[in-house]
């Protein structure tokens, strides 16, 4: 069955990248923070990450998280049926 719909996938992945909307992955090779580095040697900005502003690894957040383990414990507590 793909091989029926593969040459339709194909021109339109192409006339995509033709238009210039294809979007390449880039592969982050350094710790997720502000500034990322790439399989293409350079250093970029992260914008696609939830911790684009390094704060996982901020050690006040690191602190506040252990003190919060302490205080209150760790674990999901829940059931799922």
Do not use: W
């Amino acid at each position: 069955m793909f091989t029926h719909v593969e040459p339709a996938l194909e021109r339109e992945i192409q006339s995509i990248r033709d238009a210039g909307l294809y979007k390449e992955e880039r592969i982050i090779t350094s710790p997720q923070g502000p500034v990322i580095s790439t399989t293409a040697q350079r250093e970029v900005l992260n914008f696609c990450a939830n911790n684009y502003l390094g704060l996982s690894s901020h050690p006040e957040v690191i602190e506040a998280a252990i003190e919060a383990i302490r205080t209150h414990g760790y674990g999901l507590s829940s059931v799922r049926f």
